[in-house]
């Protein structure tokens, strides 16, 4: 019994069910911010099996900019995570509805 | 033996990002997410990726994981996080399953859709992966986009430095 591709994919889609589950569940904003991470890497994982089965860079191609996409945007995100926490004192995504109209 | 490695590592990656999803305390999340990106840049390297798997170890498990530990850390979240997260268990279930239902759908879906190729992992010639088969790629067909990644990174740490240096009244 080998290792296919559909195992990888299984995988992944398994990773990113948990990450978006995270992302709606949990109400602590840096968790949420975790799970848009776990999420990124799911996604990552099926271009790389399919950049191996297909036998093509350009999938380890799009993961290095998706991998740089994303820490861009853990920046950007912490540094509100930061800003927010300052000015709010909560991180409770439930509490925090400024924008809400 | 690559079959034991891939259900060893999927398990230990499944594990983490469950614990990530369900532990309180915020830093033990962030160290599993630690497991998890350790245990997908072993897949990686399965599936012959070998400078895509160095990657992930050096950015995510290196540069983004200790970003989140400094500000979990700098918050000190731990007292006030135990608080709120009170969503009861029938929803959280119900959530997770509809989920379950929809990406298995799609899945199905997707694999009925994929047309026959051979779906063995497969092992390629050496350049496959390395650094050197894919710095030649990225630096003569992806070359632009390599340039605006960088473009893309100088606008986020303007960006970063500005939101944290303003204060919000």
Partial sequence: MTVTIEHYLVLSAILFIIGAYGVIVRKNLIIVLMSLELMLNASNLAFVAFSNVLGDLTGHIFVIMS???????????????????THHETLNIDVLRMLKG | METIIFYVFAATSVIGSLVLVSHK????????????????AVLFILLLAHFIALIQVLVYAGAIMVLFLFTVMFLNLRDESLRFDAVKVPVKLGILSLLLLISGYFTFIGFKKIPPLN??????????GTVEGV???????YLLPFELTSVLIVVAILGVVVIAKRRFD
């Fill in chain 1, 67 to 85: 991998i740089t996409v994303a820490a861009a945007e853990v920046a950007v995100g912490l540094a509100f995570v930061v800003t927010i926490y």
């Fill in chain 2, 135 to 141: 710095g030649e790629v990225l630096f003569s067909d």
């Fill in chain 2, 119 to 128: 779906t063995m992992v497969i092992s390629h010639p050496e350049p496959f």
């Fill in chain 2, 25 to 40: 305390n915020p830093v033990a999340s962030a160290l599993s997410l630690v497991l998890t990106l350790f245990s997908t």
